[in-house]
């Protein structure tokens, strides 16, 4: 009799079975690009985080995504490559499989409310231009529904695996991996919907932005890789003035003050070392 699912392989198994593959496979000269992820949170990261939340939005999604989880947190995924509305995995099942991600390029009308709505959240240009962006800017850009994460008519995918249901274990850690991919490169977002990030920049200098306003603190998330991102040389940006600097500066700069010494104190101990003598 023909079976059509193949016998089920413990973790551990899977686990030594990907190192040996991975090892054969960089032998061979392959670049591969795995993911790993720790017993916790998959995504540690503000994109990364957002992009697993909204993956478990879809109640399509639910029953597979757990699978996926713990195919991540296995090492299964022994390469995972982003690209222009394309994601390509290889992940140890059973056997090694192929799965492939496709997320639909984002409407032009979708894309330019995207960059008005963050041209007037920008506090600053100067916030930018050192590698950082306001909490309300990233959160506009991963806002569920509106945002630039894609919707599940918008993402399709196949794998080489015999499972017939509609996701797959594969496929569903490979959409987990984009989001832990996204902790290291957040950059790839913009790339993956096919839209260019720099027009944030564009729409935010054309938009009359005041530049001289210092956000308020507690409203900017530090550096995102945003000098990927934007393409901009973060070492030439000047840093943002700190009171605190200054003040331990001042007080460097300040003279040294000794502290008068008392004649009779000295006098006193003379004739006490005299008197040793």
């Excluded at 992820?37 to 992009?51: D, H, L, N, T, Y």
């Excluded at 697993?52 to 995924?77: A, H, I, K, M, Q």
């Excluded at 720099?198 to 005041?210: F, M, T």
Aim: aromatic share 6%; proline share 6%.
């Amino acid at each position: 009799m023909y079976f059509r699912w193949k016998p089920y392989v413990p973790a551990a198994a899977r686990r030594q079975a990907a190192e040996r593959t991975v090892a054969k496979m960089r032998k061979k000269g392959q670049t591969l690009s795995p993911v790993t992820a720790s017993r916790g949170a998959i995504a540690k990261s503000f994109w990364g985080k957002a992009w697993c939340r909204n993956l478990e939005r879809y109640s399509d999604y639910s029953n597979r995504l757990p699978r996926g989880r713990t195919y991540l947190r296995n090492g299964s995924v022994i390469d995972l490559k982003i690209g222009p509305g394309e994601v390509s995995a290889q992940v140890m099942g059973s056997s090694l499989y192929l799965s492939t991600v496709r997320i639909a390029e984002v409407a032009g009308t979708h894309w330019q409310a995207i960059v008005h709505d963050c041209a007037r959240s920008i506090d600053t240009l100067v916030e930018l231009l050192q590698g950082q962006m306001s909490t309300s800017v990233m959160e506009r850009i991963t806002r569920p529904g509106t945002g630039l994460f894609p919707s599940p008519k918008e993402i399709s995918f196949s794998c080489s695996c015999p499972d017939s249901a509609a996701m797959c274990k594969h496929v569903a850690a490979t959409l987990y991996g984009i989001g832990a991919r996204l902790d290291a490169e957040p950059e790839l977002l913009f790339g993956l919907r096919k839209v260019d990030a720099k027009e944030l920049i564009a729409s935010a200098g054309d938009s009359g932005v005041p530049v001289q306003k210092l956000p308020r603190a507690g409203r900017i998330l530090d550096s995102s890789k945003l000098a990927d991102v934007f393409g901009i040389d973060l070492g030439s940006a000047e840093p943002k003035f700190s009171h605190k600097t200054a003040a331990k500066k001042s007080k460097s700069l300040a003279p040294r003050t000794h502290k008068p010494v008392n004649p009779i104190g000295r006098q006193s101990a003379r004739k006490k070392s005299g008197k040793a003598r």
